[in-house]
């Protein structure tokens, strides 16, 4: 049986592929700071496991008590992480490296705590949860796709450092997806606006995040738990699964149009 890590099993995407995971007969723990809204996962089979991934004593002792009951870890799969929206004007030093220690020193520190044990095996698979933001970039997201574009570089580097080990990496990038990301992200768009120069834009942009995520328009996490089980089950999986509402248009005509033009498109529809 496979045992696998995922972080971000609280909520969205992480919960959906904690439960899909689970009812596939793997050993699944999954991990987060409220890790209460994990307990419902147990009937699916879920260990709940209670991680902060900008601790290192948090991850250590995770993934130190995963080798005790199992002896191995088998797949990672990196995907807390939520998105600091907000003018680089506005946005403060300490909220920027916030964002940066979830979203790209929490993968950093778990693939740190796994890999000693994957090489030792000599087989391991590590997913990282980018985005279509990874590969293009919305209004107001500077932080948010810095942590996503840097996450898409570190796990391209990474593959191929650990790929004479038998490990593999693979990266996620989801369109829009229905789920606490989008009001997590408008919420800080709009506080951090507030009185500000750049309020008009950004409220209005958070208001607009907020009904889109709250509509019928954003794709089913269950889609992304879907294509988190094929990487996790393929014999030999994709360096990249792009998927979900908008991920392939965008990141398309992220491609072919003239940046000015790209720039345009977003704040218009945001
Ligand atoms: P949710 O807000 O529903 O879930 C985010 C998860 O991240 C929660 O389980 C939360 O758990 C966890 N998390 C946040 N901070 C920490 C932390 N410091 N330590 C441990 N866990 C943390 O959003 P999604 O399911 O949508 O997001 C999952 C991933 O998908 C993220 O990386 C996001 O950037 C990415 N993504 C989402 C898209 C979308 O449209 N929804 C699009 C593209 C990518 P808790 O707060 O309990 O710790």
């Known amino acids: 049986m496979t045992v696998i890590l995922i972080t971000g099993a609280s909520s969205g995407i992480g919960y959906q592929t904690a439960a899909q995971l689970a009812k596939q007969?793997?050993?699944?723990?999954?991990?987060?700071?409220?890790?209460?809204?994990?307990?419902?996962?147990?009937?699916?089979?879920?260990?709940?496991?209670?991680?902060?991934?900008?601790?290192?004593?948090?991850?250590?002792?995770?993934?130190?008590?995963?080798?005790?009951e199992?002896?191995?870890?088998?797949?990672?799969?990196?995907?807390?992480?939520?998105?600091?929206?907000?003018?680089?004007?506005?946005?403060?030093?300490?909220?920027?490296q916030k964002q940066l220690d979830v979203n790209l020193l929490g993968v950093a520190r778990l693939t740190q705590a796994?890999?000693?044990?994957?090489?030792?095996?000599?087989?391991?698979?590590?997913?990282?949860?980018?985005?279509m933001g990874g590969r293009m970039t919305t209004y107001f997201g500077a932080w948010y796709h810095a942590t996503k574009y840097a996450l898409e570089a570190f796990s391209d580097a990474l593959r191929m450092e650990v790929s004479n080990f038998g490990i593999d990496v693979s990266i996620i990038e989801p369109g829009g997806i229905k789920t606490d990301w989008g009001f997590i992200a408008a919420d800080h768009l709009a506080e951090s606006a507030k009185g500000g120069a750049y309020e008009q834009y950004a409220e209005k942009t958070a208001a607009g995040m907020r009904?889109?995520?709250?509509?019928?328009?954003?794709s089913n996490?269950?889609?992304?738990?879907?294509?988190?089980?094929?990487?996790?089950?393929?014999?030999?999986?994709?360096?990249?699964?792009?998927?979900?509402?908008?991920?392939?248009?965008?990141?398309?005509?992220?491609?072919?149009?003239?940046?000015?033009?790209?720039?345009?498109?977003?704040?218009?529809?945001?």
């Open 114 to 131: 796994v890999l000693p044990y994957m090489r030792k095996q000599h087989s391991g698979r590590i997913i990282n949860t980018s985005s």
């Open 221 to 270: 996490p269950k889609i992304i738990a879907n294509t988190m089980s094929k990487a996790v089950n393929a014999s030999r999986p994709r360096t990249r699964y792009l998927i979900g509402m908008g991920a392939k248009p965008l990141v398309f005509l992220h491609t072919v149009l003239p940046t000015r033009m790209f720039d345009w498109m977003m704040m218009r529809a945001s």
């Open 70 to 96: 199992q002896g191995r870890i088998d797949v990672l799969i990196n995907n807390a992480g939520y998105g600091s929206y907000g003018a680089v004007e506005d946005v403060s030093i300490t909220e920027a």
């Open 25 to 68: 007969g793997h050993i699944v723990y999954g991990a987060a700071r409220r890790v209460e809204k994990i307990a419902a996962l147990g009937n699916a089979g879920v260990k709940p496991l209670k991680l902060d991934v900008t601790s290192d004593a948090s991850v250590q002792t995770a993934v130190s008590q995963i080798i005790s």
């Open 211 to 218: 009904k889109q995520y709250g509509s019928n328009l954003m």
